[in-house]
């Protein structure tokens, strides 16, 4: 027995989310209902470029689609997501969930409460390195991740370890499964912005640490 297509659609069509636009439109099983961008110029020139609609407006999008994916800017986060929810659409939203922990578990509450799907696009944990590893690990007792990346105005939205540590944050929870009982937080200055370092130094009853940086690097 065949199921109708999932209609789809994106909010939010900037650098991440044009790449969504671009591979949704060809997926299979799916039927994509366009994109929405309240930069209008920017809706209208990836529409042409992708050959899709561009809604003039989120709730016009809303009313063709099974589920969305939002990538807008983190500050809009919970008020697009909100939207969202509340329609009883399932939802990929783009990391972080929200740029406060208030507003990530008012998010997870409104998802829970209307039976609705949501998802954060971790997207480092289908890294193929990250998969091709991950059955080789078994309790790790430490964990360093350094990551250094030029930078992009695009991400200064929110603090770098918003933008880009979460991705290491959610990889060493997914490495190292058992209950954190304490946690350090420092960060130091690179740059004109701030690069974090995390590390906790037990898990349970076994002894374990991790540390990690993350570095916005100015072109020079």
């Known amino acids: 027995m065949s199921t109708a297509p999932v209609r789809v659609g994106v909010i939010g069509t900037g650098a991440l989310g044009f790449h969504h636009a671009r591979l949704l439109r060809r997926m299979p099983g799916i039927t994509f209902a366009g994109i929405y961008d309240n930069n209008s110029a920017r809706a209208a020139e990836v529409a042409a ?8 407006a989120l709730a016009p999008l809303l009313d063709g689609v099974d589920a969305v994916t939002v990538a807008v800017p983190t500050p809009a986060h919970a008020e697009v997501g909100t939207a969202v929810l509340e329609r009883g659409i399932a939802l990929l939203m ?23 799907v949501l998802q954060v696009g971790h997207v480092e944990r289908f890294n193929r390195a990250v998969r091709a590893a991950a059955p080789y690990l078994d309790e790790p007792r430490f964990l360093q991740i350094d990551r ?3 930078f992009q105005p695009r991400g200064t939205d929110v603090a770098v370890i918003l933008d880009l540590m979460i991705h290491d944050l959610d990889l060493v929870r997914r490495t190292a499964t058992s209950r954190s009982t304490s946690r350090r937080a420092a960060a130091t200055t690179t ?3 701030p690069a974090g370092r995390v590390s906790a130094p037990r898990r349970s009853s076994r002894s374990w640490s991790t540390c990690g940086s993350t570095r916005r690097r100015r072109n020079p």
Do not use: F
Request: aromatic residues 0%; glycine residues 6%; charged residues 25%.
């Open 148 to 150: 250094l990346a030029p």
């Open 49 to 56: 470029q992708l050959e899709t609609v561009a809604h003039p």
């Open 191 to 193: 740059g004109s912005r």
């Open 94 to 116: 783009e990391k972080p969930l929200a740029d406060t922990v208030v507003a990530a578990e008012d998010l997870v509450r409104r998802a829970t409460a209307r039976g609705v």
